[in-house]
């Protein structure tokens, strides 16, 4: 390895010294402030890097085999700081009114967001797995945090079994790939693939087929999303935040890399079973959702049809494609980091405020947070003037230049179903209510941190859905 | 720079109102007053001007701004003003202000946010009056949409959450599919010229085969049937009228109503001339069939609002045949009828809400003989009914009779069963007044005050303007003479091998 390859790598390297420095503080004395601290800045200080060093054409490169560090990687590795970020924002409140010991919980979450940035810019199977084993074995860890309660465990367990599950199915189906290949390149599956024409042996469909079923339950689409509710219900509210954003995101933009190496758009079978995928997934997410009474369960079934939306962006493929995917995903981060930093701000001591009833005369009792929610629940439902809207406009829009008129109707058609239970929450919090759920209040400068981060990120929402040419340009710029 | 000003003042005032209401109910209140007040004085200011420029130029534009806004995608901040829009943005701020007078007294909670979210719907309606770049009227159709929603979800009546969530839906639905069909419109253009645009102007000359340019039109024709609404697209509308606080029913009747018939005029004929031709004997039969059932509907209603609104159907269904008949007489009856609808429309859902404050009910079972008590509001009422019957010497008159006599050299056989609509509008209206203000009196209502001097000050100019344009419509006709002859003859002058398949068909169009 050169010293180039080294400098490369900074990125990397502050998250891994970061959760190191963090554990050795730990050792000497347990001060949530301090770790907290550590850890907003060791993100800030990494972004800072990325946008004005890594980021430079010259600065960009490949380390053969495993990584590559181009503009879309580096894009979502951006992503995938800020989301942990904002994740990390809304913890500190969240957590000082927990029991819990607190501390460990930074060294999880640097921990994961490394794991998603590697697994954002691998271009090669043992990378792939490394970057989603770290992340993996993070969350499990992550989503049972709160030991004490039940749910919790529950939800940790659920995740544990199911996505060692998976990483085997990705495993078995890597091996097979390699034995026919030879390779566990991307670039050279892709060749081989290219030179043997279009036919392809069975043993490489079964390879493939089963890295659909990997890949499938990571993003949580249906088939594979049975653990999405539960998990979502059962972490902790900032967790939730994470497995919804940076985690499906990374995946997602890992997908878009692999099946852009291997030139997958020219395999019709490969192409029908992501198109049933996403199919099955805008509907069964949108008609799952439909009878919920938990707010987080609802938002776990809405994302289940947003990673539809969004394959559907995949699916156009092209330029166009690409763009609509990054765009949707930045629209997507911030809205969903919203709501679940709204759910998380309203939580009190003993439980998560999920239930519908939390929500009801919200308008009356907080009027700021229920007009924030307010607009992020309209940026899912995907109305003008949010981010949410542009997202949506991006995808229908590569959908429609691809012809891919079947997909993009069921999304119109999906969005009107969507729109039902996101109003039937906006109606809740407008109901008027004489008494209101109070919250053991903790010290008000506790609270001021997230209701800075949901602030910035409902400015955010507006901003990107009023003018969104300066992000559109962005994407453009870095792919 | 006049036209961008005109939507900033609206949102700019809605967003003051919105944080000057946590010192002073009474501020936003005036603040919302003096923002659609400005408003409705520049856009009659422009009127005066743009007389003689009308009449003397060939070019119906009188004024066009254009900004870019998003241009990845070609989406400009692209505004124009013709006689159209210029009538149709005097009746939405002369109505707004009215809006904002009527709910002086009757909204009392969150009145900030009631004020935003009135001048925000205001300010999306003269955005979707303005636009001339597709993408923009899609984000202003819906920036209309949302305040809308919160307006009858929040201070509506007993149902309100229902009738909001319809409203939503169908609107939202309808509109999703307009989107489908603009992107549709927008990528056949660029691949044709290579010009990535969402501009109206530049849309307009698209040539589309047959079956393309027939989906791409019922995706437009779906939002504005549902907004307008046509007969089996109106199951939002009673309950949304009967369930919003009076000034959302006026917004709704009077202004959301049109922004579909306007859509119909500027979008759908010009952009689909023939698909237009091929479906207009469909539409006008919708039409027809929309003023005869809303008109049975509303006679059998006893709920006050929602009488009055399904007279909205049945007049709408006025603007469907109107608008498929293809002449400019015609053309001209519907913009008449859109502008006198909205008048006396919204004047009798401000006489029912301000009913509604002094009874509690909207029953009109429970009425009777509010005549002797109210002398002054029944002779408002009495005038509205009328309007509303088309009776001459009114609005409504000019507009059916202006339809009607387009429509017959169109299609004799549906013009005649409209006219029956009219013989049903005489029984609904007059059971109105028969009902209400005459008859046994309601004896449970003893208090009965009769119009104050605020309700006055509503109600007085507008039976003013509804018998003024009844008896003077000239104004008017000349405002739109130029925007609705090129309407006319967008859908006449196309190749005549489009006019000849219509003929094939046994259309009976001239």
């Known amino acids: 390895m050169s010293k180039a390859d080294l400098i490369c790598l900074v990125p990397l390297w502050i998250l891994s010294s970061a959760a190191i420095l963090i554990f050795f503080s730990v050792s000497v004395k347990r001060n949530h402030k301090v770790i907290f601290l550590i850890t907003v800045l060791s993100f800030i200080a990494d972004f800072i890097w990325l946008v004005s060093y890594s980021i430079k054409p010259e600065h960009q490169q490949t380390i053969e085999p495993l990584l590559v560090f181009d503009g879309f990687g580096l894009f979502n590795i951006g992503l995938i700081l800020l989301t942990s970020l904002i994740v990390a924002m809304m913890s500190y409140a969240y957590f000082e009114q927990r029991e819990e010991r607190k501390e460990e919980y930074y060294i999880l979450l640097i921990l994961a967001a490394l794991g998603a940035c590697i697994l954002v810019i691998s271009k090669h199977f043992v990378s792939l797995f490394l970057g989603l084993e770290i992340l993996s074995v993070s969350l499990y860890a992550l989503i049972a945090y709160l030991r004490t309660r039940e749910r919790s465990d529950e939800a940790g367990i659920k995740y544990l079994i199911l996505a060692a599950f998976s990483s085997a199915f990705l495993l078995f189906g890597m091996a097979l790939i390699y034995a026919v290949t030879g390779s566990m390149e991307f670039t050279e599956i892709g060749n081989w693939l290219k030179a043997s024409g279009h036919e392809m042996p069975l043993m490489m469909m079964a390879g493939f087929g089963l890295l659909i079923v990997g890949v499938g339950f990571k993003l949580g689409v249906v088939p594979f999303h049975m653990w999405t509710p539960d998990v979502y219900e059962g972490a902790p509210a900032p967790v939730t935040a994470f497995i919804a954003t940076a985690s499906k995101g990374g995946m997602i933009a890992l997908l878009v890399r692999f099946f852009h190496a291997i030139h997958g758009f020219q395999f019709e079978s490969m192409v029908g079973i992501f198109a049933a995928l996403a199919i099955a997934s805008m509907f069964i997410g949108n008609f799952l959702a439909l009878r919920q009474n938990n707010v987080k369960r609802i938002l776990a079934y809405s994302s289940i049809a947003h990673l539809g939306y969004l394959l559907v962006a995949f699916l156009a493929g092209g330029e166009l494609g690409i763009e609509a995917v990054s765009f949707y995903l930045v629209a997507y981060f911030v809205t969903t980091l919203g709501s679940f930093g709204i759910l998380a701000y309203l939580s009190d001591k003993e439980r998560d405020a999920e239930l519908l009833e939390d929500y009801r005369g919200l308008l009356w009792s907080r009027p700021l947070t229920a007009v924030a929610f307010s607009a992020m629940l309209l940026s899912l439902a995907g109305i003008p003037l949010t981010a949410g809207f542009i997202g949506k406009f991006y995808v229908v829009a590569a959908g429609v230049e691809s012809n891919l008129w079947l997909l993009v109707l069921i999304l119109v058609i999906n969005s009107v179903i969507g729109l039902y239970y996101y109003i039937k929450i906006m109606a809740i919090m407008f109901d008027k209510k004489s008494e209101v759920r109070t919250a053991e209040e903790l010290h008000p400068l506790v609270y001021l941190m997230s209701s800075f981060t949901l602030a910035i990120l409902t400015i955010m929402l507006i901003w990107l859905g009023i003018n969104p040419s300066g992000m559109m340009e962005l994407i453009k710029g870095i792919l | ?510």
């Open chain 2, 1 to 510: 720079m006049i036209l961008p000003v005109l939507i900033i003042i609206l949102m700019a005032g809605g967003i003051l109102a919105g944080l000057a209401s946590k010192w002073s109910a009474a501020a936003a209140r005036w603040i919302s007053l003096f923002a659609v007040l400005a408003d409705l004085s520049l856009v009659i200011v422009l009127w005066i001007e743009s007389g003689a420029k009308l009449v003397a130029t060939n070019s119906s534009w009188l004024l066009d701004y254009q900004f870019p806004w998003i241009k990845e995608f070609g989406i400009s901040f692209h505004l124009a003003l013709d006689g159209l829009s210029l009538l149709m943005l005097m009746l939405t701020f002369f109505l707004g202000v009215f809006a904002v007078l009527i709910s002086w007294k009757e909204i009392q909670y969150k009145i900030g946010f009631f004020h935003f979210n009135l001048l925000w719907v205001l300010a999306g309606i003269a955005g979707v009056f303005l636009t001339m770049d597709l993408f923009l009227f899609y984000f202003f159709w819906e920036v209309m949409l949302i305040p809308m929603y919160f307006l009858i979800g929040i201070w509506g009546h007993e149902n309100k959450q229902y009738a909001a969530f319809k409203f939503f839906l169908f609107t939202q639905a309808s509109g999703l599919l307009m989107l489908l069909a603009i992107l549709g419109l927008f990528f056949i253009h660029a691949e044709q010229s290579g010009i990535y645009s969402f501009d109206y102007f530049q849309l307009l000359g698209t040539s589309l085969s047959p079956t393309l340019a027939r989906w791409l039109m019922l995706g437009f024709l779906a939002a504005f049937a549902v907004k307008l609404p046509v007969f089996p697209f109106h199951p939002w509308l009673p309950d949304a009228h009967s369930q919003a606080p009076t000034a959302g029913s006026l917004i709704l009747a009077g202004l959301l109503l049109k922004t579909g018939a306007y859509g119909l005029i500027r979008f759908v004929l010009p952009l689909f001339p023939s698909a237009s031709i091929e479906i207009a004997p469909w539409a006008m039969l919708l039409g027809v069939i929309g003023i005869l059932y809303g008109a049975m509907q509303a006679f059998s209603q006893t709920d006050l609002k929602r009488l009055i609104a399904y007279t909205s159907v049945s007049h709408m269904g006025f603007v469907m045949l109107g608008v498929f008949a293809f002449n400019e007489v015609a053309m001209q009856g519907v913009v008449m009828q859109m502008i006198t609808h909205g008048l006396s429309t919204g004047a009798l859902f401000i006489l029912a809400g301000g009913l509604y404050e002094r009874i509690h009910t909207r029953d009109i079972l429970q009425m009777g003989g509010f005549w002797k008590k109210m002398p002054f509001m029944g002779f408002i009422a009495m005038v509205f009914s009328m309007a509303s019957l088309g009776l001459p010497g009114l609005g409504n008159f000019v507009a059916e009779f202006l339809t009607l006599v387009g429509s017959w050299q169109a299609n004799p056989t549906l013009t005649i069963f409209a006219t029956i609509g009219l013989v049903a509008a005489t029984a609904y209206s007059l059971r109105i007044m028969q009902k209400v203000f005459l008859g046994p009196e309601a004896l449970q209502h003893h208090d009965l005050q009769d119009l104050s001097v605020r309700e006055k000050i509503i109600l007085v100019p507008m039976t003013v303007v509804i018998i003024w344009l009844g008896l003077f419509p000239q104004p008017i006709i000349n405002t739109v003479k130029t925007p609705v002859k090129q309407v006319v003859e967008s859908t006449t002058q196309k190749p005549v091998s489009s006019i000849q398949s219509v003929d094939m068909k046994g259309g009976t169009h001239e």
